[in-house]
């Protein structure tokens, strides 16, 4: 059992910069992936940036050149930082984490990798 513990959300100006945490507890493989994902109030979930046991990273469009996914597995734990933070970043973020397939490229945030996520944290970006 994996149990995922995010930190580091608050509230910033826009233009800003934040740094997610996400500490893993229980036995991450090294063949697991893991990601970042977020929901707006009245907005579906979407995922923002994804990582690859190889290290291989991921990111949605509309972050990407602003976000960074980083880990460091000798703490068991995935950070996300954010930079140049838009009003439109206001989200709750999520961390999650599961085995990634052989087609896991080509679908990053496809919810059939990730068996395990966290409860959040509140990210909120004020114009």
């Known amino acids: 059992q994996v149990q995922l513990v995010e930190s580091g959300g608050g509230s910033v100006q826009a233009g800003g910069s934040l740094r997610l945490s996400c500490a893993a507890y229980?036995?991450?493989?090294?063949?697991?992936?893991m990601g970042w994902f977020r929901q707006a109030p009245g907005k579906e979930r979407e995922g923002v940036a994804a990582?690859?046991?190889?290290?291989?990273?991921s990111y949605a469009d509309s972050v990407k050149g602003r976000f960074t996914i980083s880990q460091d597995n000798a703490k068991n734990t995935l950070y996300l930082h954010m930079n140049s933070l838009k009003p439109e970043d206001t989200a709750m973020y999520y961390c999650?984490?599961?085995?990634?397939?052989?087609?896991?490229?080509?679908?990053?945030?496809?919810?059939?990798?990730?068996?395990?996520w966290g409860q959040g944290t509140q990210v909120t970006v004020s114009s």
């Open positions: 990582i690859e046991g190889d290290g291989s990273t």
């Open positions: 999650a984490a599961g085995t990634c397939g052989g087609s896991w490229s080509s679908h990053p945030f496809s919810p059939m990798w990730y068996n395990y």
């Open positions: 229980g036995y991450i493989y090294s063949t697991y992936c």
